[in-house]
């Protein structure tokens, strides 16, 4: 894992390393209900690439729970990302704003862990 948490209101855990045993690791940590999708993607990640003699099912599988991880760390990101989905999913609203700004915290996210 790296950089240390930086404060009160820093990430709860540091960003782990892309692999899935640190990125379990990291959901248990900071969403323990996650882990049996976690699981299961993994696993269907790891099938799929078999089949397909193929890497990229694990590459989208490590790029989107480090996605995941990235948010969750920090809980008013988290928070604020599930307002804005809901948002949208409410279809009250323009949700343009909304969207701009997901894409704006996921973007952050991406950067964040190093994809």
Known sequence: MSAQ?????????PMPDLTPDALRAAVARIAPSKVPALTQHLFEATTNAQQTQSL?????????????????????????????EEIVDLG???PAEAIDEIRRIRDAAEAEAGL
């Open 92 to 94: 009250e609203a323009d």
């Open 56 to 84: 990229a099912p694990l590459r989208s599988f490590v790029h989107s729970w480090a996605v995941f991880v990235a948010i969750q760390r920090h809980p008013q990101r988290a928070a604020r990302l599930r307002e804005l």
């Open 5 to 13: 948490p930086d404060g009160p209101y820093g990430p709860l855990i």
